[in-house]
């Protein structure tokens, strides 16, 4: 009976479970208070030169004030009126991180492969699930649990480039997505497939474009072999189309370059800032050129890079032909999610290749790939990103009391090479607390986390019987 609905019917059905299901793992969803003072923060980045000083937008002892899902003033001693206070004395406040690629079903497959490099652990741990048959709960589960592992680090935007094994789970991957009050992007892997690009479409309007906190893009692998080249001409037309950005991974491995990437991105039109290119590490200088020369922008997934052998990006180089790079952690491929440690890894990675502390990334320049950087190869620099007045509230609040980040020495260096999830005190997205005090909002993380062990377990001993 299942099959004989339609489209439009079989997603109200899984919707009507999944809710259903919502409403068993979680608690109500809290909605943001009209107004919330967060009030004499010891140090604000806002991430804005024109608000505060400098490249980070530096402010001392100063007050945010937030309206609804946006922030209304940046200043000193702000009108308290009418506001819930949150006070942030002795505490840090920027911008909440922006997590520009990641893979968020693949939470469920943490620790497999790990003595693998990228070809071993996709042959290992990722293809083998193109048969595993995922119910939409199964990547609910997954889903879920991995945004409450982003919203405890602070990260307040991911883009989940979904493998999108099969509509199911797709709907149980956006579900997840929505409910966890986080902003973001989904990435519809798709294929030249009719059925699947007519359901690209469909999820996109009837799933996507009604969630302000949502925006779609399109995922796909670029290679000449016939294998991808019509995929990849299909999807750049269809990303076209639909007026949204082509996300692909690009020369991750050193064996990628027999893909010739971008001669098939040639060939499919794909060229240009509606490309984001995952990785970026075995690029030539003429590659660099072309990418510089059509605002092709590059993701960057330092522990995945390291964890897989794949390699260190030639990121001094990207930012000399002034490419636009951002920071993602990469799902099941880094195995937790920790801003904070993909930062370190970030400036680490340059500093342990080429033998100086003289280099790119600089402490802000890692700073503002994580935030205001990403937002702005996204296209979303408009409404997040910065502190800025009329920006949406996604903001978070550190605390650098803590064992491991106090003695305060030179906070701005050490929200870097101290910062661990456990300090992101408070997370708010469009206003609303998803993070409050060190605990999640609205959310029993155990029984998340036993809802996906659930389903590790039948993965594991589906691919290892
Ligand atoms: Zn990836």
Avoid at 30 to 53: C, E, F, H, S, Y
Avoid at 118 to 130: S, T
Avoid at 292 to 318: Q, T, W
Wanted: net charge neutral; hydrophobic share 45%.
């Amino acid at each position: 009976m299942f099959r004989a609905l339609n489209d439009l019917s079989r997603i109200l059905v899984i919707a009507i479970v999944l809710s259903a299901l919502s409403g068993f793992l979680c608690l109500p969803a809290l909605a943001a208070p009209p107004r919330t003072l967060i009030r004499n923060a010891a140090l604000i980045l806002t991430m804005d030169p024109n608000v505060g000083k400098g490249d980070l937008g530096i402010l001392e002892n100063a007050d945010i004030l937030i309206e609804g899902n946006r922030i209304q003033k940046i200043g000193h001693k702000l009108n308290r009126a009418g506001a819930q206070v949150v006070d942030a004395t002795g505490k840090i406040v920027l911008p909440g991180f922006v997590d520009t690629h990641n893979h968020l079903w693949q939470s469920l497959i943490r620790g497999c492969g790990t003595n693998e490099d990228l070809n071993g652990w996709l042959a290992a741990c990722v293809f083998p699930l193109f048969g595993f048959n995922f119910s939409a709960a199964d990547v609910y589960a997954g889903v879920r649990l991995s945004t409450l592992d982003l919203i405890s680090t602070g990260v307040t935007t991911t883009v989940d480039w979904s493998h999108a094994f099969t509509p199911a789970f797709v709907r149980g991957n956006i579900q997840a997505l929505s409910d966890s009050g986080l902003r973001f992007v989904f990435a519809y892997r798709g294929s030249v497939d009719r059925a699947v690009m007519d359901d690209m479409r469909l999820v996109k309007q009837t799933l996507i474009d009604p969630n302000p906190r949502a925006t779609f893009q399109i995922g796909s692998h670029p290679g000449t072999e016939p294998v991808f080249l019509p995929g990849l001409i299909a999807m750049s037309n269809l990303a076209k189309e639909l007026g949204v950005k082509l996300h692909v991974h690009l020369l991750e491995n050193l064996s990628q370059t027999a893909d010739h990437a971008f001669e098939a991105l040639e060939q499919a039109g794909a060229l240009g800032p509606n490309l984001l290119g995952a990785h970026g590490i075995h690029l030539t200088d003429a590659e660099i050129k072309i990418l510089a020369a059509y605002d092709v922008r590059i993701l960057h997934n330092p522990l995945s890079n390291m964890r897989l052998a794949s390699g260190v990006i030639r990121l001094p180089e990207l930012k000399q032909a002034s490419v636009q790079v951002g920071l993602g952690l990469d799902g099941g491929t880094n195995d937790t999610s920790d801003m904070f440690n993909n930062m370190r890894a970030a400036v680490g990675l340059q500093r342990a290749k080429l033998l100086t502390a003289s280099t790119v990334p600089t402490v802000a320049g890692v700073l503002r790939m994580a935030t205001i950087d990403g937002a702005k190869l996204l296209g979303m620099h408009d409404h997040i990103g910065s502190l800025t007045p009329g920006k949406k509230a996604d903001v978070i609040i550190l605390d650098p009391g803590a064992v491991n980040f106090a003695p305060r020495f030179e906070w701005i260096s050490q929200i870097v090479f101290n910062g661990q999830p456990p300090n992101v005190e408070w997370v708010f997205v469009d206003g609303r607390a998803l993070k409050r005090r060190g605990q999640l909002v609205g959310v029993q993380p155990e029984t998340i986390a036993q809802a996906a062990q659930e389903v590790a377990k039948r993965i594991q001993r589906f691919l290892f019987p």
